[in-house]
């Protein structure tokens, strides 16, 4: 079955660069029309897409964010990373990430990894 | 890209229907039908109910419906169950390739 489990830092300095790592199982980042995207959710709010990967090496950013966002892949080790620059307190977020299909939908989530930006 | 238009809230009585809409643009809901909805519990991930408008993954209740109309989707629930108190988000691909999500709806029974 598919899993994914998201990890990295639960506590970030404003402007440093967050590094958040989904490492997956199930399926293969390799196989044609599969995508691992980034989602993120501040407490309380509603969810806000960040970026996609798919098998290919696309990329796909969130416009309001793209300045700040890179996501890259390593297949052989099943991982997705997602790196955030010049963090913000308004940055505080569970962050998720999901398998997708070309247009969607995310139909498999991780669990979510809270990220608390704070001095 | 703005995020899509939910109610912030939604109640009904057991067994009752209740029906969430989400209105996007030309440029999202309107333009394809690759319309998703998710249901989420406090402190757990969202979990797929509908996608591609109107369409169930296997396991969910057939209790759940979805469709479409212009720029607006719609997130039928029937027969409420206690159950069915969550949050509802909708989702939609886009004409620039990238995927927005709705504001999110509270769903409360009575």
Known sequence: QITLKESGPTLVKPTQTLTLTCTFSGF???????GVGWIRQ???KALEWLALIYWNDDKRYSPSLKSRLTITKDTSKNQVVLTMTNMDPVDTAT????????VGPFDYWGQGT?????? | QSAL???ASVSG?????????CTGTSSDVGGYNYVSWYQQHPGKAPKLMIY???NRPSGVSNRFSGSKSGNTASLTISGLQAEDEADYYCSSYTSSSSFVFGTGTK????
């Open chain 1, 95 to 102: 962050y998720y990430c999901a398998h997708v299909l070309i």
């Open chain 2, 5 to 7: 238009t939910q109610p």
């Open chain 2, 107 to 110: 769903v409360t029974v009575l």
């Open chain 1, 114 to 119: 809270l990220v608390t930006v704070s001095s």
């Open chain 2, 52 to 54: 591609d408008v109107s």
């Open chain 2, 13 to 21: 009585s057991p067994g009752q229907s209740i029906t969430i809409s």
């Open chain 1, 42 to 44: 501040p407490p309380g």
């Open chain 1, 28 to 34: 293969s980042l390799s196989t044609s029309g599969v």
